[in-house]
C-alpha cells in the first residue's frame, strides 16, 4: 500500500451515532480496518458532545433513535459544525425530506456495505479507499 493511501485515511476521524450497539461495534470495526479513527456513540446528545470537544470529518448518524432522531442531530451538528458533512443511515426509506435537506448524504443500512466508504471518500475529499478495496 503506498504510504499516502494510509496517510489519508489516518487523518480522517468520524463520528458514528446509533442507538444498536452491535451495529455502531461492527461500523467502528470495518472503519478502522481502512485506517480511519472512529467515534461511537449511542445516542445523538452523546454525539454532540463528542462532536463539540474533537475535530470530526464526517458525521455518520442513525435518522431512527429515541430521545433525538438523526434530524435533530443534524441540525444541532450544522450549528456546532457546520462544515463537517452528515451521512444519514436508515433501516427504512421513509425518511422525511426535511431531514434529508440537512445531510450531505443518504444510505439505507441494507446498502451499507457497498456504499458507506465510496460516500465518505466522496465527502471528505479523498479516493482512498479505491487502493484498499
Known sequence: MPPS???????????????????????????????YTVLTAPSGSKGLELASTHAIDVAIVDYFMPEMNGHEFAIEMRRLRPQAPIIMLSGTVDVPKQALKLVDAFIPKDCLSSELLPVIARLHGSECYLSLV
Open 5 to 35: 493511501v494510509g496517510k489519508a485515511q489516518q487523518t480522517a476521524v468520524l463520528l458514528c451515532i446509533d442507538d444498536s450497539p452491535d451495529l455502531l461495534e461492527c461500523e467502528k470495526a470495518f472503519l478502522e480496518t481502512f485506517g
